[in-house]
Structures are given as C-alpha cells and as structure tokens.
C-alpha cells in the first residue's frame, strides 16, 4: 500500500472518529438519526434473520475472537517463529484501546421494551465492530505476507470487509449499538491497523551485484 494512501486513510479514520466523537460529547444532532436507525430496526424484527444476527455477534463476541488469535498466533510461532505471530498482536491492542474510550466516553446503550440482548456495558465505540476489524484485517495482512497471489488477496481482503459489515450490522440490528458505534468502532480498528504494520506491497530489496532473474 502507497504510503500517501495510508497517511490518507488514518487521517480520514481519525476525522470520522473525531465527528462521531464530538457528536456523542456535545449530544449534537446527529446522535437522532442514531436513535431514530436503532428504532426502525427494532420496529422491523425477523425471526430467522434474529436468530441469524445473534449467531454471528455470538460467534464474534471479543473474547472468542482474542482467543482465535491467540491459537493463530501460537500455531503461527511453533511453525514459522514468533516473527510470523507479530500480525496479530493488533488484537489484543485494539480491544485495550476500545476498553479505554468506552470508560472516556461513557455512551450508554440503545433501551428498548423488548431488547433482544442486554449489556451492561458502555456502548461507543462498539467493541465487536474494533475486535472483528483488527482481526480480519490482521488476517488479511497475513494473506498478503505469505502469497502474491492477487486472486488470493482481493479474496481476502472481501472476506475481511463482508464479514466486519456483517458483524457492525448484527450489533445495530440488534440493538446492541447505534450506528455511530460501530462506525466509530471501524474507524477505530482500521487506524490501529493502518499505525502496526508496513505497507503490504513493498518490493523485496535485492542485495546489491545479485542479478535478477
């Protein structure tokens, strides 16, 4: 990834977080188009696409998905050594960031008659919407690292964003969240992983006198 593209899209990270931010500081108008987004999609339930969207936050939920990269990353040290592990410490860093700007911004969650789920916690930013963005995208860096395959990566990279859409839409589908949330939860993960690793698409050097074949 060009380094302009990179600087570009951590400044345009921080930007949406700073907005969703300000918003949810200074209670400003945006804050009703969250509410009213949570109210239609609790007004308009489905039994099977219910049962769907609580699987998929299941299955998502942040411990499960420390606990996937930690067995990644210690299959990945026993085969390839710890060099090939250091992808993934982007997990465990994005979810202790997310833990401190919930205690910073103490956003309650969306109340409703019938909740479909109930959490105790704060609410921005979504902690499902960081944990699946840096552990997808670490997956993503780690398909880039060990195949040039362009077939390969742009099939990694579809995977990674269907299934962050799909997490951030099962926590607003279900109440769990407002869409800033888990906007400001992408945002969020996508900076953290913009900040960890280099460009992907940087050449090989090849040592000097070596003829290239």
Same mark, same amino acid.
């Given at each position: 990834?060009?380094?302009? &593209?990179?600087?570009?899209?951590?400044? /345009?990270?921080?930007?949406?977080? !700073?907005?969703?931010?300000?918003?949810?500081?200074?209670?400003?108008?945006?804050?009703?188009?969250?509410?009213?987004?949570?109210?239609?999609?609790?007004?308009?339930?489905?039994?099977?696409?219910?049962?769907?969207?609580?699987?998929?936050? #299941?299955?998502?939920?942040?411990?499960?998905?420390?606990? /996937?990269?930690?067995?990644?990353?210690?299959? $990945? %040290?026993?085969?390839?050594?710890?060099?090939?592990?250091?992808?993934?410490?982007?997990?465990?860093?994005?979810? &202790?960031?997310?833990?401190?700007?919930?205690?910073?911004?103490?956003?309650? +969650?969306?109340? /409703?008659?019938?909740? &479909?789920?109930?959490? !105790?916690? *704060? #609410?921005?930013? #979504?902690?499902?919407?960081?944990?699946?963005?840096?552990? *997808?995208?670490?997956?993503?860096? &780690?398909?880039?690292?060990?195949?040039?395959? +362009?077939? %390969?990566?742009? %099939?990694?990279?579809?995977?990674?964003?269907?299934?962050?859409? $799909?997490?951030?839409?099962?926590?607003? *589908?279900?109440?769990?969240?407002?869409?800033?949330?888990?906007?400001?939860?992408?945002?969020?993960?996508?900076?953290?992983? $913009?900040?960890?690793?280099?460009?992907?698409?940087?050449?090989? +050097?090849?040592?000097?006198?070596?003829?290239?074949?």
């Amino acid at each position: 990834m060009p380094q302009r &593209l990179r600087v570009a899209l951590a400044l /345009f990270c921080i930007a949406v977080f !700073a907005l969703l931010a300000l918003q949810v500081r200074l209670h400003g108008p945006m804050l009703e188009l969250d509410q009213a987004a949570s109210h239609w999609f609790a007004a308009h339930r489905d039994a099977a696409l219910t049962r769907a969207m609580l699987l998929v936050s #299941s299955v998502h939920q942040t411990g499960k998905l420390l606990a /996937f990269s930690a067995l990644l990353a210690a299959a $990945l %040290a026993l085969r390839r050594g710890l060099a090939a592990a250091r992808p993934l410490l982007v997990v465990p860093l994005g979810m &202790l960031l997310n833990l401190g700007l919930k205690d910073l911004f103490q956003r309650t +969650r969306p109340v /409703f008659q019938d909740p &479909l789920v109930q959490i !105790a916690t *704060y #609410s921005f930013p #979504s902690g499902h919407a960081v944990a699946s963005t840096v552990f *997808y995208g670490a997956l993503c860096v &780690l398909v880039f690292a060990h195949t040039r395959s +362009r077939a %390969a990566r742009a %099939a990694a990279c579809a995977v990674a964003v269907t299934m962050v859409l $799909l997490v951030c839409f099962s926590r607003v *589908y279900l109440g769990a969240h407002f869409p800033g949330d888990v906007l400001a939860g992408v945002a969020v993960g996508t900076l953290c992983l $913009l900040l960890s690793f280099r460009p992907w698409s940087r050449p090989a +050097r090849r040592a000097p006198g070596l003829p290239s074949r």
